[in-house]
Nanobody, 124 residues
Framework: QVQLVESGGGLVQPGGSLRLSCGAS????????MGWYRQAPGKERELVAT???????NTADSVKGRFTISRDAAKKTVYLQMNSLKPEDAAVYYC??????????????????WGQGTTVTVSS
């Protein structure tokens, strides 16, 4: 009933920029925290950045000053602006959202939903 759909990944040269987007759809009642994780080959998934419904931010030290997370509540969308990309930023980026929604039985369900992932490749 609820989907997160990401877009914006791709191939970029070191020092370049990309903007990821992730939109939520479905029988959503409220979205709390939204954010981005990433997973490089052979590594564990790691937090990149989060933003609460009140606008509080949490950003990984490895991307501070280069990546900026933002959200548009009306569009139910979270963004990740990535600047000064480095080869070590290459990974599959996953968005997530803490969502309360109505299921088919019209019951309220609170879950953490994940997107399908979008690949970021940083290479010259």
């Amino acid at each position: 009933q609820v989907q997160l759909v990401e877009s914006g990944g791709g191939l970029v040269q070191p020092g370049g920029s990309l903007r990821l987007s992730c939109g939520a759809s479905g029988s959503i009642v409220v979205i709390y925290t939204m954010g981005w994780y990433r997973q490089a080959p052979g590594k564990e998934r790691e937090l990149v950045a989060t933003i609460t419904s009140g606008g509080s931010l949490n950003t990984a030290d490895s991307v501070k000053g280069r990546f900026t997370i933002s959200r548009d509540a009306a569009k139910k969308t979270v963004y990740l602006q990535m600047n000064s990309l480095k080869p070590e930023d290459a990974a599959v980026y996953y968005c997530y959202a803490d969502i309360t929604y109505k299921n088919y039985a019209e019951e309220l369900v609170a879950e953490k939903k994940w997107g399908q992932g979008t690949t970021v490749t940083v290479s010259s």
